[in-house]
């Protein structure tokens, strides 16, 4: 479990996040939705420990961020897988080079044992016979697949995803989301995505932070987002005519089974 302990950041004397609490639990597919500059990127950079927070803690299973020396803050560095907006491959390293590429640099293995594991992630995300590719030579969805290998090759406890599904077609992105959901429960890894992704929230949203102006503002997850009373969520849920459509068909389900009006 990661735990944010009132979490608040300045830039240059302007405030962007207010007091931030919440817990991302171990097991689930924890996601942190809003809008673009709602503070949710900054958020996610905090909990990371790539900014720093001027008030607030950060705990990594009881371990507070701020307490740990160098060498500490470098063995929690070897825990945390990281799958990047754009992929962030290496287009000169082909798909099993960039997977080999965080064992190669953090692991104790042999070579041998690198090159086993490295061949078991590019296999668990479905890219078996695809080791000797490039990134030029396949699709944006399989250099996605590729990325999530490399970010689990250290067989991480915590792993942070920055947009997963951006520039990826609808087909496509569902079958990431499965498999970063697969992978989240399968290895009971503590998962943290920043999205605005809607169908995201709504196919693997198990535990969803609203941020909102730099504030939580709501807490829930995907079977209860549609009677949230928060009016920023809903403005933020229901932008689309299609969601506004399946709130009022949950709503009348939600009347139908409790006999409410």
Not at 22 to 41: D, M, P, V, W, Y
Not at 108 to 136: T, W
Not at 162 to 179: A, F, V
Not at 186 to 205: A, P, Q, R
Request: glycine share 8%.
């Amino acid at each position: 479990m990661i735990e944010a302990k009132n979490i608040s950041k300045w830039f240059e004397g302007q405030r962007v996040l207010y007091d931030i609490s919440a817990n991302f639990e171990t097991g689930k597919t924890n996601l942190i939705i809003g809008q673009s500059g709602s503070g949710k990127t900054v958020f996610m950079k905090c909990l990371i420990g790539l900014l720093t927070p001027e008030e607030g803690e950060i705990l990594y299973d009881g371990r507070k961020f701020r307490n740990l020396d160098t060498m500490q803050k470098r063995q929690l560095r070897t825990e945390i897988g990281m799958l990047f907006q754009g992929s962030a491959l290496f287009d000169n390293e082909t798909v099993l080079g960039n997977v080999m590429f965080p064992l190669k640099m953090f692991s104790p293995m042999s070579h041998a044992e690198q090159l086993e594991r490295a061949h078991f992630c590019i296999n668990r995300v479905g890219l078996k016979n695809a080791d000797d590719k490039y990134p030029s030579e396949i699709s944006g969805g399989m250099q996605k697949r590729v990325a999530i290998a490399r970010a689990i090759a250290l067989n991480p406890k915590y792993l942070f995803c920055d947009e997963p599904n951006s520039g990826l077609d609808p087909k496509t992105s569902i079958l990431i989301d499965n498999l970063l959901s697969d992978i989240t429960h399968e290895y009971d890894i503590t998962t943290i995505i920043n999205t605005h992704d809607m169908n995201s929230v709504l196919g693997i949203g198990e535990n969803i932070v609203f941020i909102n102006q730099g504030h939580c503002d709501w807490i829930g997850n995907d079977k209860n987002i549609f009677r949230s009373k928060s009016q920023s969520l809903n403005d933020f849920v229901f932008a689309s005519q299609l969601f506004k459509e399946v709130k009022v068909f949950l709503e009348r389900e939600y009347e139908a089974e409790t006999g409410s009006k």
